[in-house]
T-cell receptor, first 109, second 117 residues
Framework: DAKTTQPNSMESNEEEPVHLPCNHSTISGTDYIHWYRQLPSQGPEYVIH???SNVNNRMASLAIAEDRKSSTLILHRATLRDAAVYYCILEDNFNKFYFGSGTKLNVKP | GAVVSQHPSWVICKSGTSVKIECRSL??????MFWYRQFPKQSLMLMAT?????????EQGVEKDKFLINHASLTLSTLTVTSAHPEDSSFYIC?????????????FGPGTRLTVL
């Protein structure tokens, strides 16, 4: 039921920006896009979410394509603590989340 | 704000016994809570949606008689794994949405590690 596709892994250097892509070509007009990250043996941590417009918060920015078929999570300055599995999720009409396989981000010092 | 807790954080039980896992929203009310299961090196899989005061709805392939869900209040949902077997060993995670439903998101608990011997 996962409706998103992400690269399996990405690597970044510390203190450099990171752009994590997500494709969701079957998105419907009312589906929200959510991003979470997860460390081993922990619950997912909320990062950001949006519907149509780009969003910014203290953790990251979310850039949503004009046709909404893709989005990009932007970490402006990666730190070692940002190393995690990042999930891009579409929320359906019943507020359900179906997780895809996520992107494992490795941050090099 | 928006903190979700789970208890216990880990549990070991013998095959054939039942285990109850609690999920609480600590600083908000949640009409809807969700239960997920995660096997090692895999993603989270949605098991069921728990609605306060009504029956839970289960995803396809999830046995409702094996995974009993009770959402008795706006801050507590419980998942009981009945007659647990080694293949039920997994990481169980709950999440909650604030009431009323809005443009907000889901807040996840820290997870419960279940090991069935």
């Amino acid at each position: 039921d996962a409706k998103t596709t992400q690269p399996n892994s990405m690597e970044s250097n510390e203190e450099e920006p990171v752009h994590l892509p997500c494709n969701h070509s079957t998105i419907s007009g009312t589906d929200y896009i959510h991003w979470y990250r997860q460390l081993p043996s922990q619950g997912p941590e909320y990062v950001i979410h949006g519907l149509t417009s780009n969003v910014n918060n203290r953790m990251a920015s979310l850039a949503i394509a004009e046709d909404r078929k893709s989005s990009t999570l932007i970490l402006h300055r990666a730190t070692l603590r940002d190393a995690a599995v990042y999930y891009c999720i579409l929320e359906d009409n019943f507020n359900k989340f179906y997780f895809g396989s996520g992107t494992k981000l490795n941050v090099k010092p | 704000g928006a903190v979700v807790s789970q208890h216990p954080s880990w549990v070991i039980c013998k095959s054939g016994t039942s285990v109850k896992i609690e999920c609480r929203s600590l600083d908000f009310q949640a009409t809807t809570m969700f239960w997920y299961r995660q096997f090692p090196k895999q993603s989270l899989m949605l098991m069921a949606t728990s609605n306060e005061g009504s029956k839970a709805t289960y995803e396809q392939g999830v046995e409702k008689d094996k995974f009993l869900i009770n959402h008795a209040s706006l801050t507590l949902s419980t998942l009981t794994v009945t007659s647990a077997h080694p293949e039920d060993s997994s990481f169980y995670i709950c999440s909650a949405r604030k009431t009323p439903p809005s443009t907000d998101t889901q807040y996840f608990g820290p997870g419960t590690r279940l090991t069935v011997l």
